[in-house]
């Protein structure tokens, strides 16, 4: 199967060549791929700030092109500092995202405080601001998962203290009317309830390579601010995976099901889907990478052969 590659739309002919980009979490799954796709349209200057403490994340830097690497704190000083005028673009995709993290604080420092002076300082400077919110913020869905109109995020009850993390700062952006100048992106995902049977929990499985080309859509259409949900905008099981991941490697599917632990089970997103509305609106066109195609995709160039993306 020949890699599937990036598209020829708006974002593809934007001049990013000519930009200075910052990708916090440059070297997790999502920053990584970010900027991949960035190298791809020969933006290479860029500079990422990440903990590049583990073997998966320096072989996710490993192939890409970029200027320079700095630690998270040692960003925030410079940034209070007025580095960030030195930037077209701040995409703000670090964060602790454990579902299970139990330390509040820690996470009220890393993920709301510090998104708060990144986005303080680059609207200070000018600068566009992308950040990664996330679809974790719906909690159970029971109050909708729609990215509009803002009044409904005081209704929203994460299930999580991560989820809690990113709604607070969703909520300080809307209090504050920055909402109109930022753009604010809901990852989608990329039981114990009598209703789901064993593997049929559904979520909104996103590819990462569409959900880079969203990302970078939204952030070069100056229209475009505010929340937007980030995900293909149907619902698949984890059996449908599942399925899908045994078909790429050519192996008959041989499914074992587990307990899930019990912290976790009243806790647990059973069902997300994404409305895309507000993307769409957006002048977003570029059809959505089938399940079955992007488990293709990445099980026979990436993870049979063990490769990044860059290699």
């Known amino acids: 199967m020949r890699e599937t590659t990036l598209s020829s739309g708006s974002s593809a002919n934007y001049p990013w060549a000519e930009r200075r980009v910052l990708v916090t979490g440059g070297a997790g799954f999502i920053g990584s791929a970010l900027v991949w796709a960035l190298n791809q349209r020969n933006c290479k200057n860029i500079v990422i700030a990440d903990f590049a403490t583990n073997e998966t994340k320096r072989r996710n830097l490993a192939p890409l ?4 690497y700095l630690e998270p704190e040692d960003l925030l000083e410079k940034a209070q500092a007025g580095y960030l005028a030195s930037f077209d673009y701040i995409f703000h995709l670090g964060a602790c995202s454990s579902t299970t993290e139990t330390d509040a604080a820690y996470l009220r420092r890393n993920n709301f405080e510090y998104t708060k002076i990144l986005a303080e300082n680059s609207l200070r400077a000018g600068k566009r601001f992308v950040y990664a919110s996330s679809a974790a913020t719906y909690g159970d869905g029971s109050a909708g998962m729609d990215d509009f109109p803002y009044e409904g995020l005081e209704k929203l009850r994460p299930l999580n203290l991560y989820g809690e993390s990113k709604h607070l700062f969703d909520l300080e952006a809307w209090k504050h009317g920055w909402l109109d100048r930022i753009v604010g992106l809901k990852y989608f995902n990329q039981s114990y309830r009598a209703e789901f049977a064993d593997g049929e929990q559904k979520r909104d499985f996103l590819y990462v390579k569409d959900a880079v080309e969203m990302t970078l859509h939204l952030a070069d259409t100056s229209s475009a601010n505010g929340l937007f949900n980030i995900g293909s905008g149907r619902a698949h099981s984890w059996n449908e995976l599942a399925d899908a991941v045994f078909s790429a490697l050519g192996k008959a599917p041989s499914i074992e099901y587990v307990e899930m632990p019990l912290q976790i089970r009243e806790k647990y997103q059973y069902f997300t889907q994404a409305n895309t ?23 026979v160039n990436y993870l049979v052969p063990g490769r990044v993306l860059g290699e």
Do not use: N, W
Request: hydrophobic share 35%; net charge neutral; charged share 30%.
């Open 65 to 68: 092109e970029f200027q320079e």
């Open 277 to 299: 509305r507000r993307l769409l609106a957006s002048g977003y066109s570029r059809p959505i990478t089938a399940l079955r195609d992007a488990i293709q995709d990445y099980v």
